[in-house]
């Protein structure tokens, strides 16, 4: 395949050659400077996903920042060209194989992948330091030049193409790469260097065990589900302190998994020196350059070496010979305010829950005559979708219905009485939208010559079926997944914008909702001073949620 003529007149100062390779992230052609002589790579990034001013904005921005990476594990871009539709850049070309091609050969050891994973991380480390994910980190990505010295290709692109569309596949492919892909990021929430530390670790765990940590045989979307619902397999055939440092890096949660790639480098370094001994990185024959004062005194300082189990990924290590640098990383659940924090939050739930289910089956009213289609007005259910009958003592001149629930007016229902015996008959005709409003048992107050009478009133239309019923839960579990989505950016690392004022509005919308949803499904007649009592309780207990996750992320 031959460069098209955009591509060919947008870069007059190069010989471009045929098509070296193609994938999701856009064509590569080899080319040749022809005053350097200079032997690149040439990117076609894809136009019909750049196409728009949104994305091509941002890929100049990030093609700037690219450029200005200087470090050995990177591949260097030497030129940035936007013409017309094309965006083109010009990268270093190597040409001695990729990672994916040296283990597909069976020409990896256990020393090299640990070099290998060093040397991506120290790459990672910079471009986050510059401010750059990379979002697609894979053996295909990890290139080798010709003297063996290995660089991360296609930074920061998988960032523009997929910005708000994880899931998209483009040119065949699902970008992230569904093997690699961190759960944050198949789910299509906020990223971090995690992300980059999550795929770096599935490459780390296939050089060393030889295959992927997921089954891969389902398809794409079962992969990507299996990252961001399940645990992966325990690393078989590696040694415990190599097999520990990779479980970690692919915890699920944030929480449990290194945060940053300095840090899975030392305890990785500090790892391997434990397992093949001092002087394992010379003996590797991949060089590894720039490392970190942090990451080359690991290197001297190895854990204590064994063939013990793997510790599953969601539990933080207790082994106090752990490295410093994975003591430094260990989730503080237990620090003093999260811990109060959490304590408040349970007993504002538990109030809650206790409000919600001690509300009473019925308010108390005065003892009333009233009778509706014959029966006492509160003994059996009537059927707001047709006329009701009520009868009661006296002549008044006007008999009118009101109903509500806790205070909220749900629909209402006048008529001329009509003599009756020593009492009066009126014949009262709700509005056809009451009957899908209203749900389990609620107010009635019957006015007559300005003179109100309350009761209670159960109505035959089944709970779920009202807005009252089927609304409150709908909007209690709206609730529910906003405040949950609000503290998985917190999670994540990221800020919640207006999450001390959000968080106890929210729950104090669950609160209200929950107690009324519950109060309809068993037809007791919604009381104010409970539902006050469970909106508030639902308030303190995200305020405090919220407040313990920003403590916890905050440290």
């Known amino acids: 395949m031959s460069a098209p003529a955009e591509v060919v007149a947008a870069l007059p100062q190069y010989e471009i050659g045929a098509a070296i390779g193609q994938g999701g992230m856009g064509v590569v ?15 076609q990034l894809p136009w019909d996903v750049l196409n728009h001013a949104v994305s091509s904005e941002l890929f100049d921005r990030e093609a700037r920042v690219l450029a200005s990476l200087d470090h050995p ?10 013409t017309g539709r094309e965006h083109l850049m ?8 990729t990672v994916h091609s040296r283990f597909r050969s069976g020409a990896i050891s256990g020393e090299q992948a640990c070099a290998i994973g060093l040397a991506t991380l120290a790459g990672l480390h910079a471009a986050h330091e510059a401010g750059v994910l990379h979002l697609d980190v894979k053996p295909k990505n990890l290139l080798f030049t010709t003297q063996g010295v290995m660089k991360v290709a296609d930074f920061g692109i998988a960032k523009v193409i997929s910005e708000g569309a994880t899931l998209v596949t483009h040119g065949g492919e699902v ?55 399940t645990d992966p397999r325990p690393i078989e055939g590696v040694p415990s302190p190599l097999a520990d440092v990779v479980m970690r890096s692919l915890a699920r949660e944030l929480d ?18 434990s397992v ?15 490392l970190t004062p942090r990451v080359i005194s690991a290197l001297s300082t190895p854990v204590p070496a064994g063939d013990g189990p793997t510790r599953p990924v969601h539990r933080a290590s207790p082994d106090p010979t752990l490295s410093a640098t994975r003591a430094s990383f260990q989730p503080e659940s237990q620090s003093g305010a999260v811990l109060w924090f959490r304590l408040a939050a349970t007993a504002a ?29 509160s003994s059996a259910p009537v059927d707001l979708s047709k006329t009701l009958t009520v009868t009661g003592e006296g002549s008044p001149k006007q008999v009118t219905l009101d109903l509500s629930a806790a205070g909220i007016p749900l629909g209402s229902a006048s008529a001329v009485p009509k003599p009756d ?14 009957r899908w409003i209203v749900g389990g048992a609620v107010t009635a107050t019957m006015t007559t010559d300005g003179v109100p009478r309350a009761f209670t009133v159960v109505t035959r239309q089944h709970p779920l079926a009202s807005a009252l019923g089927a609304g409150s839960l709908i909007l209690a579990l709206f609730a529910l997944a906003y405040l949950e989505s609000g503290l998985r950016t917190i999670r994540n690392g990221h800020r919640w914008r207006g999450a001390l004022v959000g968080g106890p509005v929210l729950g104090l919308l669950f609160g209200a909702t929950a107690w009324l949803c519950v109060s309809v499904l068993r037809v007791h007649e919604p009381a104010v001073s409970f539902g006050a009592g469970c909106s508030i309780a639902g308030a303190v207990a995200t305020g405090f949620v919220v407040a313990a996750a920003r403590a916890r992320r905050s440290r």
């Open 29 to 43: 052609f080899a080319g040749v400077h022809r005053s350097l002589r200079r032997d690149v790579a040439i990117k």
């Open 73 to 82: 594990h990177i591949v260097p871009v030497y030129d940035y060209v936007r």
């Open 90 to 97: 010009v990268m270093e070309r190597l040409d001695g194989g």
């Open 175 to 229: 970008l992230g790469t569904p093997a690699y892909i961190a759960p944050e990021q198949a789910m299509g929430n906020a990223l971090s260097p995690a992300a980059d530390v999550y795929s770096t670790g599935t490459v780390l765990y296939e050089l060393l065990s030889g295959k992927l940590p997921f089954d891969n045989t389902r398809g794409a979307i079962s992969m990507m589900r299996q990252h961001m619902f």
């Open 256 to 273: 449990s998994r290194y945060r940053d790639a300095e840090t899975f480098a030392a305890d990785l370094a500090s790892a391997a020196t």
């Open 276 to 290: 093949y001994g001092p002087g394992w990185l010379e003996r590797s024959r991949v060089p590894v350059r720039h």
């Open 349 to 377: 739930a538990i109030a809650l829950v206790v409000l919600t289910l001690l509300t009473p089956e019925r308010l108390p009213h005065e003892a009333t005559t009233v009778r509706i289609d014959g029966a006492a007005a």
């Open 421 to 434: 015996g020593e009492g009066f008959r009126a014949d009262l005709q709700f509005p056809g939208l009451t």
